[in-house]
C-alpha cells in the first residue's frame, strides 16, 4: 500500500490555518488543550489484548490516528481485519465528562448502519490510552477533493453522485433522531471506488447532548456546542437547541464549494454575516438545484427544507446512472497521487514517515532485548508481518526456554495417589513443541512421560479385569473396584477403561441375582459398580437404570441395618421400604385377592407370614394385609357353617381372632 494512500485514511482534526475552521467543543477547560509537542508511541502495542498498533497515519487536535490489526479476526491474508484507532490526546485523560461521553456517544453511533456512514465499532480504554475504534477505508476528505478542483469546482454531473451519498446518509441519520452537528468537508471521505463515507457521528447531538470529547486549541475559548464555525447555522452559533437543519445548512455550504470551490459567505461563521448579503448561483449549477442549495444556505432557519428530500428530487430529476459517476470518481480519485498534494501535505506526510520509521526501530529494538523468561506467551504481542524475527527470538533462547518448560513439569505437585501429574506435564510438553516441533529433548521427554503413564495404566486395567472377572465387586482394601477407576482417571482424564464380555455377563447375573434375593446392599454396591464400569454398556442400562430408581431406598435400608446391628435404636425408613419392597407388596396382594378357598388361605398365610419376618410388626403395608386376611378368615368360616362344616369353620375363626389380637397388640 502506498505511502499516500495510508496518509489518506481516516483524516480527521486537521488543525485549518483559519481558526473558524475548527471544531469548537464545550466542557474542556484550556488546562487540558492539546500541546502540539505532545507524541505517542504505541507502534508495536496492543491495545486491550486486541488491536495491535501497526502504523501511525496521521494526527489531529484530538489525538492520532492509527492504523492497527484486530487480532481477534484471524483474516491476515486480507484487509478485513485492519481498523483505524483513533487515540485520544493524553492531556484529555483528566477529562472524565469527555471519556464518558465518548462512550456514551459511540453507543449511539453504533445504532447508525448506513452505508455512507463509518462504522465506530467503540469506545475504550487501555492502561493510560483512551481511544475509538473504526472502520478502515481508504481514500481522500472532499476538503482534498475541493483543492484539487480549484478554481472552477466540479460540474454538477460530478458533484451528483457526492451530494446523492451525503443527503442519504443525512436522511437516514436525521430519521434515528440522530444531528451530526459538525459536518464538514474534512469529515467526509470518498474511497477508491466512489463511495462517500461520513465520520465522527461519534461526537453527533442526540436529545441536545453535548459534544464534550473535543479538545479546542490552545488560543480558543470554549463554546457551548460541538461545531466548526466555518459551517455551523447561526442558531448553532448562538447555542440553540440542535436540530436536522443545522445539519441542512452544513450541507448546503458543502453543496456550494463543491461546485465553485469556495465557501458561499467566505469562511465567516454565519452569526456574523450581515442579513442581507446574497450569494451568486454557481455557473456550474443548474437554476432548480441551485434555487434549493440557496434555501439550506439560508441565514435563517426558517426558509431552510425541512428535509434534503427535496434537493435530491431536483439533483436527480434528469436522470443520469449514479454508477457513472461513480465510476468518474474512482478514476477521479484512484488516479490522485502524490503529486496533488500540496506541500503542506507534502511535509506532514514526511514527517509522519519519519516518526513512524523511528518508532518502528525502537519497537525492534525492544523486541530484540526481550529475555527468554516468559518469551512465548509475549510472541503475540509481535505484528505477523515480523514472523523472522519471532523465529530468531525463538532460536536465540532456546536452550533456556526448553528448560524453562522442562523445569515446569519437574516442578508440577504430586497427585492424590502419588504419581506425576501425567495431564498437565503433557499439555506443557505439547505448548512447548508447539514452538520447538523439531526439539529432540523434548520429543524425548514427552515420549518416556507417554511410556511411563501407559505402563502404569495397563498395570491398573489388568487389576480391574481380575476384580471383574472374579465378580469380586464389594472388594475392601486398596485393590477395590471404586479405587481402581479412580486412580486410571488420575493418571488420565481422558481415558475410557472398556468391560470385555464376559464381564458384562458376570455383572448381569449378579444384578439379577441381588433383585431376586431383595439384597439391597448388594444392590447399592452393583450400582456404584455399574456407574463407574458399565456406563457405556447398552444392554446392561436397563438394569443399572431400574437399581438407579431404588438408589435412594438402597441407602437407607443400607444405613438402617447398619445401625441396628451396631445396638443403635433408629426408625424404620417406611417409605424407602415401601419404594424397594414395591413389586413384592404387589406379590402379596395379588396372591390373597386370587384365595378361592380356605385351603389357599391357610396355604398363604403360612407362606406369607415367614417372608413377613424381614419387616418390623408395625410396618403399615404388612399390617393391611394381616387384617385382609383375618377378614378372609371369617368371611371362609361363615361360608364353611353354611355347609355345616362346624369345626373347620371354628378353626378358620380362632386363626382370626389370633391375627385380631396381634393387630391390637401392635397398633
Known amino acids: 500500500m502506498s505511502p499516500v ?39 508495536g502495542k496492543t491495545l486491550s489484548n486486541r488491536y495491535l498498533i501497526e502504523e501511525l497515519i496521521g494526527e489531529g487536535g484530538m489525538g492520532y490516528i492509527y492504523r492497527a490489526r484486530d487480532t481477534y479476526l484471524n483474516t491476515q491474508l486480507n484487509q478485513d481485519n485492519i481498523v483505524a484507532i483513533k487515540v485520544l490526546h493524553p492531556e484529555l485523560a483528566d477529562s472524565e465528562d469527555a471519556l464518558l461521553l465518548l462512550k456514551d456517544e459511540t453507543i449511539k453511533t453504533r445504532t447508525l448502519s448506513h452505508p455512507n456512514i463509518v462504522k465506530v465499532f467503540s469506545a475504550s480504554s487501555s492502561d493510560t490510552y483512551h481511544f475509538v475504534v473504526m472502520e478502515w ?60 463515507k461520513i465520520l465522527d457521528f461519534g461526537i453527533a447531538k442526540t436529545n441536545l447532548q453535548e459534544d464534550k470529547y473535543a479538545a479546542p486549541a490552545n488560543n480558543e475559548q470554549p463554546n457551548s456546542n460541538g461545531y466548526t464555525p466555518t459551517y455551523a447555522s447561526p442558531e448553532q452559533l448562538n447555542g440553540d437547541k440542535s436540530s436536522a437543519k443545522d445539519d441542512i445548512f452544513a450541507f448546503g455550504c458543502i453543496a456550494f464549494e463543491l461546485l465553485t470551490s469556495k465557501h458561499p459567505y467566505n469562511r465567516v461563521a454565519a452569526n456574523q454575516v450581515a442579513k442581507d448579503t446574497s450569494v451568486k448561483k454557481p455557473s456550474n449549477s443548474s437554476l432548480s438545484v441551485w ?14 427544507p425541512k428535509s434534503l428530500s427535496e434537493v435530491k428530487y431536483e439533483l436527480n430529476n434528469n436522470r443520469t446512472s449514479l454508477l457513472i459517476h461513480a465510476a468518474c470518481y474512482a478514476l477521479l480519485i484512484g488516479g490522485a497521487g502524490y503529486q496533488f498534494l500540496s506541500q503542506s501535505d507534502k511535509q506532514q506526510l514526511i514527517e509522519a514517515n519519519y516518526q513512524n520509521s523511528l518508532a518502528k526501530v525502537e519497537q525492534l529494538e525492544t523486541w530484540m532485548n526481550w529475555p527468554s523468561d516468559g518469551l512465548p506467551q509475549r510472541l503475540n504481542e509481535i505484528p505477523p508481518q515480523y514472523k523472522v524475527l519471532k523465529e530468531g527470538l525463538l532460536a536465540v533462547h532456546q536452550n533456556k526456554v526448553v528448560e524453562k518448560f522442562t523445569k515446569q513439569v519437574d516442578d508440577l505437585p504430586r497427585t492424590a495417589i502419588n504419581t506425576r501429574a501425567y495431564d498437565e506435564a503433557i499439555a506443557i510438553y505439547d505448548e512447548a513443541k508447539n514452538f520447538y516441533p523439531d526439539s529432540e529433548t523434548l520429543n524425548n521427554k514427552l515420549e518416556s512421560l507417554l511410556t511411563e503413564r501407559q505402563s502404569i495404566l495397563s498395570d491398573l486395567s489388568y487389576r480391574l479385569d481380575v476384580l471383574l472377572s472374579q465378580s469380586r465387586y464389594d472388594e475392601s482394601g486398596d485393590n477395590n473396584i471404586h479405587g481402581l477407576v479412580s486412580q486410571i482417571k488420575i493418571i488420565d482424564s481422558s481415558y475410557t477403561y472398556v468391560p470385555n464380555q464376559e464381564h458384562i455377563n458376570n455383572f448381569k447375573l449378579a444384578v439379577l441375582a441381588s433383585i431376586e434375593n431383595e439384597d439391597f446392599v448388594t444392590q447399592k454396591t452393583l450400582l456404584d459398580v455399574g456407574e463407574l464400569v458399565f456406563s457405556n454398556t447398552s444392554e446392561l442400562e436397563p ?69 413377613a419376618e424381614i419387616f418390623p410388626e408395625s410396618f403399615e403395608p404388612i399390617l393391611l394385609i394381616k387384617d385382609q386376611i383375618a377378614t378372609t378368615y371369617i368371611s371362609m368360616a361363615s361360608s364353611l357353617m353354611k355347609q355345616k362344616m362346624y369345626r373347620t369353620a371354628e378353626r378358620l375363626v380362632e386363626r382370626s381372632e389370633e391375627i385380631r389380637k396381634s393387630l391390637e397388640n401392635t397398633i
Open 137 to 196: 477505508i481508504e481514500g481522500e476528505t472532499l476538503e482534498q477533493l475541493i483543492k484539487r478542483s480549484k478554481p472552477n469546482g466540479l460540474s454538477q454531473k460530478r458533484a451528483k453522485p457526492i451530494l446523492n451519498q451525503l443527503i442519504d446518509a443525512l436522511t437516514y441519520a436525521h430519521s434515528k433522531g440522530i444531528v451530526h452537528s459538525d459536518l464538514k468537508p474534512s469529515n467526509i471521505i470518498l474511497d477508491s471506488q466512489g463511495n462517500l
Open 5 to 43: 494512500k495510508r496518509i489518506l485514511i481516516f483524516i480527521k482534526g486537521i488543525i485549518m490555518t483559519a481558526e473558524n475552521d475548527k471544531t469548537r467543543i464545550a466542557s474542556i477547560k484550556n488546562k487540558n488543550a492539546v500541546s502540539k509537542g505532545s507524541k505517542l508511541h504505541l507502534i
Open 291 to 304: 434555487l434549493k442549495i440557496k434555501k439550506c444556505i439560508s441565514l435563517d432557519a426558517a426558509h431552510r
Open 543 to 611: 438394569l443399572v437404570t431400574a437399581l438407579r430408581k431404588k438408589e435412594s431406598a438402597m441407602v437407607a435400608l443400607a444405613e438402617y441395618k447398619r445401625k441396628t446391628s451396631e445396638g443403635m435404636t433408629v426408625s424404620y425408613p417406611d417409605d424407602d421400604a415401601k419404594i424397594f419392597y414395591q413389586e413384592k407388596l404387589e406379590r402379596f396382594n395379588t396372591q390373597l385377592a386370587n384365595v378361592s378357598d380356605y385351603k389357599q388361605l391357610i396355604e398363604f398365610d403360612e407362606s406369607f407370614s415367614k417372608e
